[in-house]
């Protein structure tokens, strides 16, 4: 769902680190959203054809993530990045209320979100940008409620048929 400039991604992702942080070993499998720039292409058809759209640099992420070898739902591993380096995530940021209350926590940060953007340090973003980041929150937030469902059934965030050391099956 992308506004003038910003818009946001979500998607179930799974994934495996060969490095991964202290004590956070082994696969994890979760939902991710990120907060993205996005920019308009020229028309390359007729004025009725689809407008190129490019998904570009990452301003915020969150990550609601569980260990594959915890229960179902305990989101064990849920951080949030909030400032990106290039498409770099800087350190992993836990807070307590994104493992017990995912969804309020992210309700939340929606009705907050200049001070989202702030703390990104997106830059000058254009004011319907931000009201319609804020205005979609519910819709985004019931998107990412779903996945979190589809995650804890099994129907979503799975492993790829085949695998290694390093593994990262998402979109995102």
Do not use: T
């Amino acid at each position: 769902m992308a506004f003038n400039r910003v818009g946001v991604v979500v998607s179930d992702i799974y994934f495996v680190d060969p490095d991964p942080h202290p004590g956070q070993e082994g696969a994890e499998r979760g939902v991710r959203l990120e907060l993205r720039e996005f920019e308009r292409g020229e028309l390359v058809g007729s004025i009725y054809s689809s407008v190129p759209i490019r998904v570009a640099r990452p301003l915020w992420r969150v990550d609601l993530l569980e260990s594959v070898s915890s229960s179902p739902g305990s989101l064990d591993r849920a951080h949030h990045h909030p400032r990106l380096h290039n498409w770099n995530p800087g350190r992993r940021v836990f807070v307590e209320e994104l493992s017990k209350d995912p969804v309020g926590w992210l309700r939340g940060r929606f009705a907050a979100i200049e001070e989202v953007l702030d703390q990104a340090e997106a830059g000058p973003v254009d004011h319907a940008d931000v009201e319609g980041l804020r205005a979609a929150g519910p819709m985004v937030v019931a998107v990412v409620e779903q996945l979190l469902k589809d995650v804890a059934e099994g129907r979503a965030g799975l492993a790829p048929a085949e695998s290694g050391d390093s593994v990262r099956s998402s979109w995102l």
